[in-house]
């Protein structure tokens, strides 16, 4: 939609006589009547394309429709809540702007009354200041007039706006629905698979099928979200032909406040994040000497920086300096969970008093300083 500015209407000159250059042009007059925080000659933006429009653009590329719609659908709203914004402030400038325009007819009414009483020499004087106030009161009827027109295009615009915004927000329930639909299908398909494959030929489990067959050709791999190297382990399965998807759905929620996940149907599968309903591991025996930190410190001690232990908010062994040793710069000291990895569990302490303070009950961290 193309909204047209309109020009603004010039006023028109005081019938009372004004000596040449002691009045202002009525347009110096209107711009200065208006308020400056408004540019009423400034185009609006362009409207946001249609969620039509930019969906139709999107085939074919590899662009989310749910992404691209919601992309669109925070454009129309930042752009609406701009204008309602420039709305509110049209509505309060007329506002103002009103009282300005009564308080001006006020003043115009007392000259003229002041008139009819003055004295022959201040006569001309006085016709002129009641000039200059007829002038300045239609500057602010002009000004009015603008601030009015200005105030309903930004009106039409912005019940335009809502109404894109509305069709947006139902496009985009309307995508939610169909992906939904679309990945419960999927899911389906995905669980039938799996019993067909737990079941026999006869749709009973077989004495030695199922997924404990030798001879079967396709295996299952869940992902419950649980994180580490389980994620990556299942996008590497989903590569490989023989491997099937199986979904997960919730199952319970962790003392921390975590969603905890879980195959559909609490059902075992062949590989699975969740060791629960797994049937084979990720892990090596033995692995937990490299994963966890404090194990690996006392294998590797000579390869690694001064390393401390903290448990249980106390000191193990050997306790850190008090202070940074002479001509040294002053260390950062890295806490860290042993237990944790992925760049996760780490805290940074300016003194060893700092690193006790970080520290929480029953939990087990290594302390190095920076090099």
């Not at 129309?76 to 103002?96: M, N, S």
């Not at 969603?259 to 599968?269: A, D, L």
């Not at 194990?295 to 001064?306: D, G, M, Y």
């Amino acid at each position: 939609m193309t909204v047209h500015e309109s020009a603004p209407a010039e006023a028109s000159t005081p019938k009372a006589a004004v000596p040449p250059g002691s009045a202002k042009m009525p347009v110096d007059l209107v711009n200065e009547a208006l308020p400056a925080s408004l540019d009423l000659d400034a185009p609006f933006p362009p409207l946001p394309a249609t969620m039509q429009q930019v969906l139709e653009n999107a085939k074919g590329t590899n662009q989310d429709p749910l992404e691209v719609a919601t992309a669109l659908k925070a454009q129309t709203e930042v752009q609406l809540q701009q204008l309602q914004t420039q709305l509110e402030l049209a509505v309060g400038w007329v506002k103002v702007k009103e009282i300005e325009k009564l308080t001006a007819e006020l003043k115009l009414e007392k000259m003229r009354k002041d008139l009819t009483s003055c004295s022959e020499e201040d006569r001309p004087q006085q016709e002129e200041e009641a000039a200059q106030a007829r002038l300045s009161l239609k500057a602010k009827e002009v000004a009015i007039a603008r601030l009015k027109e200005f105030k309903l295009r930004t009106e039409l615009r912005v019940v335009t706006l809502r109404e894109q915004h509305k069709k947006a927000e139902l496009e985009l329930e309307n995508i939610k629905i169909v992906q939904r639909t679309k990945e419960m299908t999927e899911e389906i398909q995905d669980i039938k698979a799996y019993i067909a494959v737990v079941k026999g030929d006869n749709g009973e489990k077989a004495q030695l099928g199922g997924l404990y067959n030798p001879d079967r050709d396709t295996f299952f791999y869940s992902d419950c979200k649980v994180g580490g190297l389980g994620k990556w382990y299942c996008e590497i399965l989903e590569e490989r032909e023989a491997w099937k998807r199986y979904p997960a759905q919730k199952w319970f929620v962790s003392q921390a406040g975590c969603q905890i996940y879980c195959p559909v149907g609490k059902v075992t599968v062949d590989y699975s994040d969740q060791p629960d309903f797994c049937l084979t591991t990720s892990s090596l025996t033995g692995s937990d000497w490299l994963e966890d930190k404090a194990k690996l410190a006392s294998l590797t001690r000579h390869l690694q920086p001064p390393t401390y232990e903290i448990k249980d908010r106390k000191w193990v062994g050997e306790t850190p300096p008090d202070e940074t040793p002479p001509g040294e710069p002053s260390f950062i000291w890295f806490v860290k969970e042993t237990d944790k990895n992925y760049a996760t569990g780490i805290h940074l302490a300016g003194t060893i008093t700092e690193c006790l303070q970080l520290a929480q009950p029953n939990t087990h961290y290594v302390v190095q300083p920076h090099i």
